[in-house]
Nanobody, 126 residues
């Protein structure tokens, strides 16, 4: 499986961006998918995940109400609204061959996500 993230950039606080991740070889109706981020000097964290096994969706507390994950054939999106400077990070998409966990599990057990795309930089600054 290959994942290719795009859509990052520089945006002012309060602005919006939409990240895209094209996923090859994996059917997103069957395999879980998630967005993760890593800010300078911080550990990578789960931002939003979706699990087809139970149709669950997870958002971290820091992005809940501002970010929305969605899927289309072969592509997963992360719509980011009301961006804050603390959202500045490299954003990654990832998937896993284990299909039976909840979205919360995938986002919190990120070290065991099997396949990762290269990140896309998001910078929120005035």
């Amino acid at each position: 499986v290959q994942l290719q993230a795009s859509g990052g950039g520089l945006v002012q606080p309060g602005g919006s961006l939409r990240l895209s991740c094209v996923v090859s070889e994996y059917d997103l109706d069957y395999y879980p998918i998630g967005w993760f981020r890593q800010a300078p000097g911080k550990e990578r964290e789960g931002v939003s995940c979706f699990s087809p096994s139970d149709f669950s969706t997870y958002y971290s507390d820091s992005v809940k109400g501002r970010f929305t994950i969605s899927r289309d054939t072969g592509t997963v999106y992360l719509q980011m609204n009301s961006l804050k400077p603390e959202d500045t990070a490299v954003y990654y998409c990832a998937t896993d061959s284990r299909t039976y966990y909840s979205a919360t599990y995938y986002c919190r057990d990120l070290d065991h996500m099997e396949s990762w795309g290269k990140g896309t930089q998001v910078t929120v600054s005035s």
